[in-house]
């Protein structure tokens, strides 16, 4: 059976961190969801990881380092071409500051 | 001469194309026709680049004529890409909403690489939404249906890729590899799919999932031409720190001059034979270890204690990973954007929320958890640990074998519907191939047979970290002693 681990409160606010937005009946439903899936992840509890190194990265790896030379990359104009919203300078967005 | 070009291979094309044998433009339109023929039923293309593609051939054919520059190894041959993989040409949608009419300033270095070799580009192929998904329904564009039976699923995430390859709507297809991505759609779609070692073929261009798992690798109908795919795309390239330096041979080369002097020791490992192994695949596998067998491979059991976390693991990292990559799509620089918010976070918010569809933003949600203000330990930094685990049982392993086999996915293609309504029975379907991605290794699914159903099985080989041409030349050794031919699915 499903423990309900994780409530629809809490739901809320990992949305908030994640800048999701969800209505009440999708809440409900991840909730229940995410409930079942970190409760089947729990299962690594089962083992003991003290002595272990975590795997940070998948191949060894050393510093790779570069010559810090100018190099061509995409024109402003290719980059604002993508866009939603801009001005022929910069991006466009909503307001930022609340102005009274 | 056949009148038609779609069914040959790769290497068959490009030999025929290089001794002006054929136009490529001919190979080209063949191909072109053969995608207005079937994907009406298949639905595997996004795009199709009809004009370019007989563009790209015309120049081909030129060059050729001319005589006067070298002649690329994929020469006229029709290529598709998953729409996670950036194109100058065309969209770049990730088949999600956020994406839509996205057109990316650049090529991948794959794309580069494949346009240097002379390939053609013929159109680009649905996927899971950020490739995440084991069946291509989470999709945001189109359902893509299985050639072999147009009522069950390809397979995902790149299940445009094979599907486009098995009904032979191009000859090879590149698709992404993150839990299994390339190789479960290439067993359920009976195609050859490749998974290279992590870090051996540059990733820039690819648009993020999970950067410390995810992998670009070819599908194609056999294993030559996913190996000169792979001498092609691979090796090391600036614009990703993460490809290694290594050499990269011509794995076609190398494959011919060493089949029949290879010798292999296999390893079945104990924990993918269990009750939840299918009993058809079952057979079908263990009839395929009595091929290489018979060509003297012996045969030892490993054991890979760890399986049974691989995919409770795997959640963890790749959603994790996923929160970090996606957390760049917010309405700003490019892609979807919500209209009328009294704010910018509004406006963040609903963008993402109307932007993502369901299965992204559930892995959203939890690898945000995963990562939250004391959770991090018990789950992040935990699975990090078992995936070292995962990865010290295949070194264990490799001490006893040269590549281990066994099955790619635990069932046949499944009917749609099946498993969407629940995301951990979807997740599950990957318990053989994730591990593989946690421990970075390479590994390949080759088709081993059809269901009494009539639905293709995957053999999956995985081998030793950077050795693909080993890897390769078993698998080669298995397909051209398999003894049965799979041919073409049943769309006529």
Redesign the interface.
């Known amino acids: 059976m499903i423990r309900s681990k994780?409530s629809r409160d809490e739901?809320y606010h990992?949305?908030d961190?994640?800048?999701?937005?969800?209505d009440t009946e999708q809440a409900e439903k991840?909730a229940a969801?995410?409930s079942?899936?970190?409760g089947?992840?729990?299962?690594?509890?089962?083992?003991s990881?003290d002595n272990?190194?975590?795997?940070?990265?998948?191949?060894p790896?050393e510093n790779?380092l570069?010559e810090d030379k100018v190099r061509p990359s995409?024109t402003k104009e290719?980059?604002l071409?993508?866009?939603?919203?801009h001005d022929g300078e910069y991006?466009l967005?909503?307001?930022?500051l609340?102005v009274d | 001469m056949s009148e038609y070009w779609w069914g040959r291979s790769a290497s068959e094309i490009s030999e025929y194309v290089k001794n002006k044998e054929i136009s490529p433009v001919e190979v080209v339109q063949s191909f072109l026709d053969r995608i207005q023929q079937v994907d009406t039923k298949i639905d595997a293309f996004t795009q199709i680049w009809s004009d370019y593609a007989l563009q790209q051939a015309r120049s081909l054919e030129e060059k050729i004529v001319k005589g006067k520059s070298p002649v690329g190894p994929l020469a006229g041959v029709p290529v598709s890409i998953k729409e996670v993989i950036c194109t100058q040409r065309g969209f770049t949608t990730c088949a999600s909403k956020i994406l839509a009419g996205y057109r990316s300033p650049y090529d991948a270095t794959v794309v580069e690489r494949l346009l240097n070799a002379d390939a053609i580009l013929i159109g680009k192929v649905n996927m899971d939404e950020f490739a995440m998904g084991s069946s291509t329904e989470n999709s945001s564009i189109k359902l893509t249906r299985n050639p072999w039976n147009l009522e069950c699923v390809p397979g995902g995430s790149s299940g445009g890729s094979a599907a486009s390859v098995s009904a032979e709507e191009c000859v090879i297809s590149l698709g992404s590899d993150t839990g299994g991505s390339v190789r479960q759609p290439a067993s359920f779609c009976g195609c050859v799919g490749l998974k290279p070692t992590y870090g051996r073929v540059s990733r820039y261009g690819l648009v993020a999932f999970a950067s410390s798992l995810d992998q670009i690798g070819p599908l194609s109908k056999n294993v030559m031409d996913s190996a000169t795919t792979l001498s092609v795309i691979g090796g090391r390239d600036p614009r990703d720190t993460t490809s290694v330096d290594m050499p990269l041979p011509d794995y076609s080369e190398r494959i011919r001059k060493n089949v029949d002097t290879i010798s292999m020791r296999i390893g079945l490992p104990k924990e993918y034979f269990t009750e939840d192994l299918n009993e058809e695949v079952k057979e079908l596998i263990m009839k395929a270890v009595r091929i290489l067998e018979k060509q003297g491979a012996e045969i030892v059991e490993v054991s890979l204690p760890h399986t049974e976390f691989a995919v409770a693991t795997y959640y963890i990292i790749c959603t994790a990973e996923a929160s970090a990559n996606l957390a760049r799509f917010d309405g700003v620089r490019y892609g979807f954007r919500h209209v009328d918010s009294k704010n910018i976070i509004e406006m963040y918010k609903c963008t993402r929320s109307e932007g993502f569809g369901p299965e992204v933003q559930r892995r959203i949600l939890l690898g945000t958890y995963v990562l939250s203000s004391g959770y991090y330990d018990a789950y992040y930094l935990k699975a990090q640990k078992v995936r070292k685990l995962i990865t010290q049982d295949f070194e264990e392993a490799f001490q006893k074998c040269d590549v281990i086999v066994g099955p790619t996915s635990p069932t046949p293609a499944f009917r749609f519907g099946e498993k969407t309504q629940n995301p951990l029975e979807m997740y599950l379907s990957d318990i053989y191939t994730i591990s593989v991605n946690l421990s970075a290794l390479p590994a390949i699914s080759v088709p081993c047979g059809l269901t009494q159903s009539g639905l293709p099985v995957g053999l999956q080989f995985i081998g030793k970290h950077f050795d693909e041409e080993y890897l390769l030349t078993v698998a080669y050794l298995y397909e051209i002693n398999r003894g049965q031919e799979f041919g073409n699915p049943p769309l006529e």
């Open positions: 994780i739901i990992i949305a961190l994640a800048y999701l937005h969800l991840l969801d995410l079942e899936i970190i089947y992840v729990e299962k690594l509890n089962e083992l990881t272990v190194e975590p795997m940070m990265h998948a191949v790896m790779i570069r995409i290719e980059s071409r993508c866009a939603p919203l991006f967005v909503p307001k930022i609340e």
